[in-house]
């Protein structure tokens, strides 16, 4: 059975950084692009960083790249979502999604192009 579980969520002043993770079970990381997605209140969900199954290719929403990088640790099967420089317009609840579909370097942007949803981390920036 699939499962992600986003962590690492919470309370930060502008300008701090947080760490998300996402423990993913039940599949390897070698055969699923992972991304991750955003929603803010009365917005739609947005792609914010997603990585292909071979690593080889990386999608960042111009609002984040510089300021996020998404990684996996393969032995841990965890993936993980490295935020710095974070402002108020970052408050959301990011989701961790993986997509069976895509093998080698294709990087799926869309909500639709991936399977598997975790719950959700909050994330607030505010001071």
């Known amino acids: 059975q699939v499962q992600l579980v986003e962590s690492g969520g919470g309370l930060v002043q502008p300008g701090g950084s947080l760490r998300l993770s996402c423990a993913a079970a039940g599949f390897s990381l070698d055969y699923y692009a992972i991304g991750w997605f955003r929603q803010a209140p009365g917005k739609e969900r947005e792609a914010v960083s997603c990585i292909s199954s071979n690593d080889a290719g990386t999608y960042y929403a111009d609002s984040v790249r510089g300021r996020f990088t998404i990684s996996k640790d393969y032995a841990k099967n965890m993936v993980y979502l490295q935020m710095d420089s974070l402002n108020p317009e970052d408050t959301a609840v990011y989701y961790c999604?993986?997509?069976?579909?895509?093998?080698?370097?294709?990087?799926?942007?869309?909500?639709?192009?991936?399977?598997?949803w975790g719950m959700g981390t909050q994330v607030t920036v505010s001071s």
């Open positions: 999604a993986a997509g069976s579909t895509w093998a080698g370097v294709y990087v799926p942007q869309t909500a639709s192009e991936y399977e598997y």
